[in-house]
């Protein structure tokens, strides 16, 4: 059986709070509420990925992380802003689904255990995904609130770099003398750093998928230091937690900025892809799915169990396609370690939170896809969006070997929060361009109007 307190999320008897935390954690709540909103995103994004999930305050029972404690800072700080705390460009598609998806997940998550203790640990997972992500949404308005958020991120990647290469040195992670942490983890004699991260898989699913956010960045002449050193940094961090997965997710984000030159051409793209799978289910074998058990490029990975999760979850779609199945683990050797987050949201909150996890994704593509075609022409603009559609499939790519759990899922936030803010921008530059455009055949217009009217 799996063990409770991996089923409902566990957390400490106590508070486990190391005195160099709690005072970062002070510093970086009087920012959040003290400086302009625009620069409120760099202390919020700097707690949040360098405080280990593990750092907790306990209180009557219940446990708030120090990520929990900055959400509801930030949260409180875009309450008092007024009209400055708005979202770029309203409520749109990507919120409601994103809205409808955390609140399938608890409803349909507690239905299924209805234990009071897997209700309060979802109410506290509730709170991380729409807090973090509605606080993200706030925060991030226009191009300058973007550049600023991506600068953040490399910088993070950078420094974070520094202590991941620490641990292959000295085979010790400094983060773990913070305390909540778990030790470096060794397989087949290879270090995998793991740095303020829960895992070291996530650690490097955030370098893999911010590679490129950075290479757009380095289009901006006054960013390319910055730049240099994120692209470095976001790499190392891939390299040295040694995992298919997100060597995988590096390779798709350089694969997608690779297709630039077919951005007129991507439904055809995708139907290529599309046949090209019914193709391989014709002659292979095995289930067009089993290709993920091939995939090892460590020379250790865990492909075949990635495979056999999706495996067992399209074999048992019956047992949990309404309120989903907790008693997955009974599938097989191993199968209670979730590491494919759509398995993982497909046995955890059934089939509609799986749709709408999709949904997501998709309506993401979507708005980019019609956000470039605004401002197509633009060839600086169109760069910015496809390096923001290269970043998302980066994501979907890390999907099929991670779950993203810990500081990782508000990486996944930033990108949203910033894809929306992009289309915002998009979609208010469009009447302004469309009006230039005409502004020539109007002239024209009048003037042969009143040739017309001067003519005896």
């Not at 510093?27 to 509420?33: E, F, G, N, R």
């Not at 409808?100 to 309060?120: G, H, K, T």
Request: one cysteine or more; proline letters at 2%.
């Amino acid at each position: 059986m799996v063990p409770k307190n991996i089923l409902f999320g566990g957390g400490a008897s106590g508070t486990v709070l190391h005195p160099l935390v709690a005072a970062a954690m002070a510093v970086a709540i009087i920012l959040i509420l003290c400086l302009q909103r625009k620069y409120v995103i760099v202390p919020l994004l700097f707690g949040l990925f360098f405080i280990p999930k593990g750092q907790e305050i306990l209180v009557a029972g219940v446990h708030f992380t120090v990520a929990r404690i900055l959400i509801l800072a930030g949260l409180a700080r875009c309450a008092v802003s007024g009209r400055s705390s708005r979202l770029a460009g309203g409520f749109n598609s990507i919120d409601r689904y994103f809205a409808l998806w955390a609140v399938s997940y608890l409803l349909i998550y507690s239905l299924q255990l209805i234990e009071a203790q897997a209700f309060v640990k979802h109410i506290a997972d509730f709170m991380d995904a729409m807090g973090g992500y509605f606080v993200l949404r706030f925060l991030i308005h226009d191009r300058e609130d973007i550049m600023r958020a991506v600068k953040t991120l490399g910088a993070v990647a950078a420094i974070m770099a520094v202590f991941m290469i620490n641990e292959q040195m000295t085979r010790s992670n400094l983060f773990t003398r913070l305390g909540g942490m778990p030790g470096t983890t060794v397989r087949d004699g290879k270090i995998r750093s793991q740095g303020a991260f829960e895992v070291f898989i996530t650690a490097g699913a955030y370098g893999a998928t911010l590679i490129p956010l950075l290479i757009w960045l380095w289009s901006q002449a006054k960013c390319r230091l910055l730049s240099a050193l994120g692209i470095i940094g976001a790499t190392v961090m891939t390299v040295t937690c040694y995992a298919s997965t997100t060597l995988g997710a590096y390779a798709a984000g350089i694969f997608a900025l690779c297709l630039w030159p077919l951005r007129k051409r991507m439904r055809l793209v995708r139907w290529g892809i599309v046949a090209a799978l019914l193709s391989l289910q014709l002659v292979m074998n095995g289930p067009v799915w089993s290709l993920i058990e091939k995939v090892d490029l460590t020379g250790s990975s865990s492909s075949y169990h990635r495979y056999m999760l999706v495996d067992n979850t399209i074999r048992h779609f019956g047992e949990w396609w309404l309120l989903g199945y907790k008693n997955y683990n009974e599938w097989g050797w191993d199968m209670w370690d979730l590491s494919d987050q759509y398995v993982a949201y497909a046995v955890s909150g059934g089939l509609l939170t799986l749709l709408l996890f999709i949904g997501i994704i998709s309506r993401s593509f979507g708005t980019l896809g019609n956000a470039r075609k605004a401002v197509e022409g633009d060839r600086k603009e169109e760069w910015f969006l496809w390096c923001l559609g290269s970043a998302l499939l980066a994501h979907v790519t890390g999907f099929f070997g991670i779950g993203y759990f810990d500081q990782m899922q508000f990486a996944w936030y930033v990108l949203l929060a910033i894809i929306c803010a992009a289309a915002a921008a998009a979609a208010r530059s469009r009447p302004a361009d469309a009006e230039q455009a005409l502004e020539p055949a109007y002239q024209a217009y009048v003037a042969d109007w009143g040739a017309l009217q001067e003519t005896p």
